[in-house]
């Protein structure tokens, strides 16, 4: 079954307590993606790009009606240290978090969690004048 039909076959809520073992594939990279060897019962979005599609309103409730490409812009540390991949819907702007899997590409979180130092908000030549400016302070 494609994740597009769970809503008209379960009854809301049902996946946010219940397994789903269906595969899909990756609206983005075009991959096949199964459940088998996430590390969770809840396989949400692509090991290899970390794209998602915006199916939820709230977890599990397959209530959204957007169907976007959740495109992965960040991550986050939650509480006990665990990863969580930051998701923005390209066609609403809709953001939500969702749990690093076990086979996520490491070096894509790595990517997401290096990007900010890429493109900080201040120009990298000022860096020794903004670092002497608050040894003065």
Known sequence: MNRE????KYAKGYYRHNA????FTCKICDRLVVSHGAGSD?????PWCLSSQHLDNDPGD???????????ISVWIRKGGEWAVVHRCRICGHLSSN???????????MSLALKPLGN?????????ALSEL???N
């Open 62 to 72: 397959r209530e959204a009606n957007c169907g976007g490409a959740m495109e992965a």
């Open 99 to 109: 749990r690093s899997a076990a086979d996520d590409s490491p070096l894509k979180l």
């Open 5 to 8: 039909n769970k809503r008209r």
């Open 120 to 128: 900080p908000p201040f120009p990298l030549e000022r860096i020794d």
């Open 20 to 23: 789903c073992s269906d595969s």
């Open 42 to 46: 809840h396989r949400n979005h692509c």
């Open 134 to 136: 608050m040894d003065s």
